[in-house]
Nanobody, 115 residues
Framework: QVQLVESGGGLVQPGGSLRLSCAAS????????MGWYRQAPGKQRELVAR???????MYADSVKGRFTISRDNAKNTVYLQMNSLKPEDTAVYYC?????????WGQGTQVTVSS
C-alpha cells in the first residue's frame, strides 16, 4: 500500500523559511497532479499550491510570491519551499498526490510561525 511521508515542518520565526517534502513509499501510476493543503485550527482545509503532471502550477493568493511548489517525477516526490513566512501560515500541512484512480494523502506536518 502506498503511503506519503512528509517532512520538513517545524517552528520558525516570522520572515523565515521552511522546505516541506513529501515522498511516496511506492510507485503511483497515472499521476495527474500533486499538491499541498493546509488546515489551521478552527478552519477548513485549503489548497495552498498544486502542480500538474505537465508542470503547470497554481497558488493560493495568500502565498503567491512566497511559496514555490516543485516535483521530482522519478521519485514521486513533491516539495514546497516556503519563504517570508507569516504567523497566519501556521497550520498542519498535508500533501496530496492525485492519480486517475485514487487520491493519496500524507499524515500532515505541523508548521508554526511564531516569535
Amino acid at each position: 500500500q502506498v503511503q506519503l511521508v512528509e517532512s520538513g515542518g517545524g517552528l520558525v520565526q516570522p520572515g523565515g523559511s521552511l522546505r516541506l517534502s513529501c515522498a511516496a513509499s511506492g510507485r503511483i501510476s497515472s499521476i495527474s497532479a500533486m499538491g499541498w493543503y493546509r488546515q489551521a485550527p478552527g478552519k477548513q482545509r485549503e489548497l495552498v499550491a498544486r502542480i500538474t503532471s505537465g508542470g503547470a502550477t497554481m497558488y493560493a493568493d495568500s502565498v503567491k510570491g512566497r511559496f514555490t511548489i516543485s516535483r521530482d517525477n522519478a521519485k514521486n516526490t513533491v516539495y514546497l519551499q516556503m519563504n517570508s513566512l507569516k504567523p497566519e501560515d501556521t497550520a498542519v500541512y498535508y500533501c496530496q498526490i492525485a492519480s486517475i484512480l485514487y487520491d493519496y494523502w500524507g499524515q500532515g506536518t505541523q508548521v508554526t510561525v511564531s516569535s
